[in-house]
């Protein structure tokens, strides 16, 4: 049950929410049962979290804790799903959705308007631009750049999915890079450091270090040395 409090104009709270005093608060901000809100993170006007889905909402098991990890910032109007994680100093932008178990690991980025469909895992420092959508399961490791408006999928059928088949996202292996607008059929794998060119229609998966360019998705020639990503972090 949300009630009113007082700390900030228009804030409802659940029951068992953390809130410590240094978080900042925007106005209308609603925060669902059990929420953990780290120190020093900043919660702008009107973002939701802990938002439990409309189907579930008579389900009488208390709300799986929704974690945002010291640092982190969600912005205007985003919501982020029950029993969503965010790391510490991530960034949820403006709009964007984060659905429920989502996995957003520290200092990731998810843009304005972009949708991080259920129990879907960012890595460490990614960053995702604005509009793009990540269907589940999609994976997406750390150090990857996915710019704006890039289309993923995961169902080959277009809906006729049979009981026995199940879904198949895309994979983003580290610090691959895929430029605005491209679009990528289910189940497709971006190589570790690849280059998506913007607009290329990706319909097999890319190997590492290698950059695509065009519909359908063709190597071109392969990403430099100096451009790759180093050990990991
Ligand atoms: C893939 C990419 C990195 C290639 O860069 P590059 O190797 O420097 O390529 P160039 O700019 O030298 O272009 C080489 C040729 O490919 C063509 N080309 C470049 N990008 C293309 C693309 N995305 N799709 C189709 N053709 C493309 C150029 O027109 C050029 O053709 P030409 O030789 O006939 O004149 C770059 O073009 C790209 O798509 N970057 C993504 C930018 C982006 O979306 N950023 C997101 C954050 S805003």
């Known amino acids: ?15 068992g929410v953390e809130l410590p005093e240094d978080v900042l608060l925007g106005g209308h901000v609603i925060i669902h049962d059990n929420a953990r809100i780290g120190g ?14 409309g189907r579930d909402l008579d389900d009488p098991r208390p709300h799986e804790p929704t974690v945002l990890e010291p640092g982190a910032i969600v912005g205007c109007a985003a919501i982020v799903g029950e029993g969503a994680w965010i790391g510490a100093r991530a960034i949820i932008g403006d709009r964007a959705v984060v659905r429920e178990f989502a996995r957003v690991a520290e200092e990731a980025v998810i843009g304005q308007a972009v949708a991080v469909s259920e129990g879907v895992e960012v890595g460490a420092r990614s960053r995702i631009q604005f509009g793009t959508n990540l269907a589940p399961p999609a994976t997406v490791e750390e150090d990857v750049f996915i710019g704006p408006g890039v289309v993923t999928t995961n169902d080959p059928t277009l809906a006729r999915l049979g009981p026995d088949q199940a879904m198949r996202g895309p994979v983003f292996r580290r610090g691959c890079r895929v430029g605005g607008g491209a679009a990528l059929l289910p189940g497709v794998e971006i190589g570790e450091d690849a280059i998506v060119a913007a607009r290329a229609l990706v319909t097999r998966d890319v190997p590492a270090g290698t950059v695509v360019m065009g519909a359908p998705a063709r190597v071109i020639r392969e ?6 990503t180093g050990p990991p972090r």
């Open 1 to 15: 049950m949300l009630k009113p409090s007082d700390r900030a104009a228009g804030l409802l709270l659940g029951e």
């Open 40 to 53: 020093g993170c900043r919660l702008q006007d009107a973002a939701i979290i802990g938002r439990r889905l």
């Open 223 to 228: 990403v430099a040395a100096a451009e790759r």
